[in-house]
């Protein structure tokens, strides 16, 4: 599944050519993904202009001057194609902007879904009403992560994975600053001290940029909208690498925690 930085890189990709241009086509080619179309998508939201792009979590959002929010999310194998040069079947929703741009929502699995919610009341959209703080802003920090875990039992790994303390994390990005911060994914929340949750979150926010700049992960389907892969996965730590040495030379262990996959290095992080 796409995550925070392959997201981060569709929205940024989007923008070079949605950021504002009125759309003059809004076509649904399929009432539904993972749940039906919006009834009023295509309404609200042709002749309108892109007024900004964005993204909350693992979700991407297209602003309009009207003042609503094209919300979308990837689901599993989901991408955005610009300007492609054939009609795909998995094409399920294209835009055509006035310069003669034309982007589809790809998506062969059909995980992935479109919203529309005012931008003045993002905060009451569902998905987001109680979500952390995003990890690469000003809010998320050693002291919130404190707070959050004070008196938890349950593992830092399933802490961090959960939307309520910080938004968009997922499992690869999990593995990887907990890694390059020395924390066991076993240790209870609890047990951790404040030095530690410091460069827990300092880890979070340096491997998260690292993958934005690298243009995300190659994540089986995942491609950005320009069709290039990611390779953030050439810098993978731990997580893939079963097996495989780690920096101090002792092999990289998985385990399986809440049906996922978690790779870690028994030495280096307690």
Known sequence: MPELPEVETTVRGLAKVLDGQRLVTVETRRPDMRRPFPDDLRQRMTGARVSGLSRRAKYGLIESDRGDA???????????RINPEDNNKHDHL????E???HLALNDPRRFGFVDL?????????????????????DDFTGAHLAQRFKGKASPVKALLLDQKNVAGLGNIYVCE????????PLRKGAN???????????????????????GGSTLRDYARPDGELGYFSKQWRVYGREGE?????????????????TFY?????K
């Open 70 to 80: 094209m919300i979308f999310h990837l689901g599993m194998s989901g991408r955005w």
């Open 99 to 101: 310069s003669g741009h």
């Open 192 to 214: 951790i001290g404040r030095k530690r949750l410091d460069a827990l979150a300092n880890a979070i926010k340096i491997i998260l940029a690292e993958a934005i700049e690298a």
């Open 265 to 269: 290095c028994a030495h280096c992080q």
């Open 177 to 184: 600053a907990l890694h390059m911060a020395g924390i066991s």
């Open 245 to 261: 040495f780690c920096g101090c030379d002792r092999p990289v262990k998985r385990m399986t925690q809440s049906g996922r996959s």
């Open 117 to 137: 919610h005012r931008l003045d009341a993002l905060d009451t959209y569902p998905p987001f009403a109680a979500m952390g703080p995003e990890p690469l802003s």
């Open 94 to 97: 294209v835009l055509v902007t």
